[in-house]
């Protein structure tokens, strides 16, 4: 990957993830929802790819798919040669809510993946990652002693401790602060820069998405669909301050022409 060259490809990396003609209805008392209609996708390695789109699309149902925690109705997503149908060692998933167990204490919490797998923490990664995110010194405080922000910190200590290689976030700064999400959105780019994972973000906000996303995928409403991907080659490292240039206004009112003016 060249993220940390901030340089533009030469070649596109190869394919991690596959989304093919991927549709899900659910079934209800007052009848049935088409929550995402024929979606097909691939997800490149190491890249950042951001799902935008408004409330109700079907960005939570098509991740929650792509983490093997839901059946598609019809279509099949894949990780390399591995159908996705549960749960897949490779893929971790990160939630607006931290999900941390308020009767553990962090290091209890961060570890739990690892009992539920029956295996002996990676003590060294989850101390590296603890410093990395600002969490050292914190392990035997228990969740109501930290703060929004750094229960979102744990979370991620808790998903990158098993070492996937693609992370699945769906929405998870949005319950914070402003200035808190600037931070968040700062040290996500950081980690993916330093680590070369494959991030799939899900998020509402069209600022949140330029500023993160290698490629945006912007969705369009009921039933869920693609309705452009759009390439963000801003060089990075991207400084906050980025938000208010003139290039990075411009790219975002393009975005929000694009979701006003979509097709019903
Ligand atoms: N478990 C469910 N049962 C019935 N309908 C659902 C369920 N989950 C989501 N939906 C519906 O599917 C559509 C897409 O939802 P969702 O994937 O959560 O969208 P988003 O994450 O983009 O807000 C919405 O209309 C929502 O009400
Ligand atoms: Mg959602």
């Known amino acids: 990957m060249n993220a940390a060259s901030g340089l533009p490809r030469s070649a596109p990396e190869p394919i991690k993830m596959v989304v093919d003609g991927a549709s899900k209805f659910y079934n209800t008392r007052s009848g049935q929802v088409h929550a995402v209609d024929n979606v097909s996708l691939q997800v490149r390695e190491g890249e950042f790819l951001c799902l935008l789109g408004p409330s109700g699309c079907g960005k939570s149902t098509l ?13 099949q997503i894949r990780l390399g040669e591995d159908a996705i149908t549960k749960p897949h060692p490779e893929i971790a998933m990160i939630f607006q809510e931290a999900n941390l167990l ?8 961060i570890e739990l993946p690892f009992e539920i797998k029956r295996q002996e923490p990676d003590r060294k990664r989850i101390e590296a990652l603890l410093k990395r995110v600002g969490l050292a010194g914190f392990e035997n405080k228990y969740p109501r002693e930290l703060s929004g922000g750094m229960q979102q910190r744990a979370s991620i ?5 098993v070492n996937p290689s693609v992370l699945l976030m769906d929405e998870p700064f949005g319950a914070l602060d402003a200035f808190t999400r600037d ?20 998020t509402h906000s069209i600022t949140e998405a330029v500023f993160l996303a290698d490629r945006i995928v912007v969705m369009s409403a009921r039933p869920g669909r693609i309705s452009n991907i759009v390439d963000v080659d801003l060089p990075r490292p991207r400084p ?7 290039d990075f206004l411009e790219r975002v009112e393009a975005i929000k022409a694009m979701i006003d003016h979509r097709p019903s």
């Not at 991740?63 to 279509?75: D, I, K, N």
């Not at 200590?157 to 401790?161: C, G, I, T, W």
């Not at 906050?240 to 003139?246: F, I, N, R």
């Open 157 to 161: 200590v808790r998903s990158l401790a």
């Open 63 to 75: 991740l929650w798919s792509m983490a093997g925690l839901h059946g598609l109705s019809g279509g």
């Open 240 to 246: 906050v301050k980025l938000q208010t240039t003139t």
């Open 183 to 202: 931070e968040m959105n700062l040290l996500i780019q950081e980690i993916w820069m330093e680590t070369g994972k494959t991030i799939i973000f899900i």
């Open 102 to 109: 308020p009767w553990r204490n962090l290091i209890r919490n």
